[in-house]
Structure formats: C-alpha cells, structure tokens
C-alpha cells in the first residue's frame, strides 16, 4: 500500500468530491484488505468504529468481521447512500487520513497549494490523447 500517494490524492484538490467519493472507496477496500496494516480481522473494529460513528450506524455485528469481504461491502453500501454527503466524505477521509498517519506512522505535513481546476475524466482523456498523438 502506498500510503504517501493515496493521502496526497485524498488531500488533492485536483479532483471533484464525487470523484474523490469513488476513490475513497477503492482506498477504504485496500485498507480494509490489508493484512499488513491488520493482521487479523479483529483488528479493523477501531478502523471500522470510525465510519459507525461518522454515519450515525448501530455497530456491526462480530459476523461481519469473520469475513474481510462481508465487512468491505457492508462498508461500501453504507458509504454509497444517498444521505452520504461531500461534507460527510470529506469528514470521513479526514478521519481515515488520521487513522492511517496515526497507525502507519506517515505523515505528510506539507500542504498542496497548486490549485487545478480539471478533473479525473479530464486528465484520463488527455493522457489518452497523448498515447494516441505518439
């Protein structure tokens, strides 16, 4: 896991919240299935607290967490509801940022100052258009 460039594209401002929504979810997934940063699935219960209370959810039952893949898609459903807001997502990668820098021991104190107004589908479609102009 990459952590230095996964908390730099979290803090971009580079990318809408949407797009920032779908890419926190793939970097939830990773950390959730990282056994590097939790060797067994007990451990993700302080991990998983912080989307529990955030979302205002009833913890999830100890069934969840026998199965790592039960566990991410419960998580991904609950972060895919409609009430899940920008704010609430911007909230939570803050949360998660903290967790990661406080639990893997990085920390990334400069801050971003370069403001770009394009997009993940901008820049996909330029990267293209370059392989295509070669």
Not at 13 to 40: D, H
Not at 101 to 112: F, L
Not at 113 to 127: F, H, P
Request: proline content about 1%.
């Amino acid at each position: 896991m990459d952590t230095k460039n996964i908390i730099n594209t979290l803090k971009s401002s580079k990318y809408l919240m949407r797009e920032k929504r779908y890419i926190f979810i793939g970097v939830v997934m990773e950390t959730i299935f990282s056994r590097e940063l939790f060797t067994k699935n007990n451990d993700l219960h302080e991990y998983i607290h912080i989307f529990e209370n955030l979302m205002k959810l009833t913890p999830y039952r100890d069934y969840l967490y026998k199965s790592r893949t039960m566990l991410a898609s419960r998580v991904i459903k609950d972060l895919l509801n409609k009430e899940v807001n920008a704010d609430l997502i911007r909230l939570m990668i803050d949360k998660h940022i903290d967790f990661i820098e406080k639990y893997v021991g990085y920390s990334d104190k400069k801050k971003s100052t370069k403001k770009s107004e394009s997009s993940l589908l901008e820049d996909m479609i330029r990267s293209n258009s370059e392989k295509t102009v070669r």
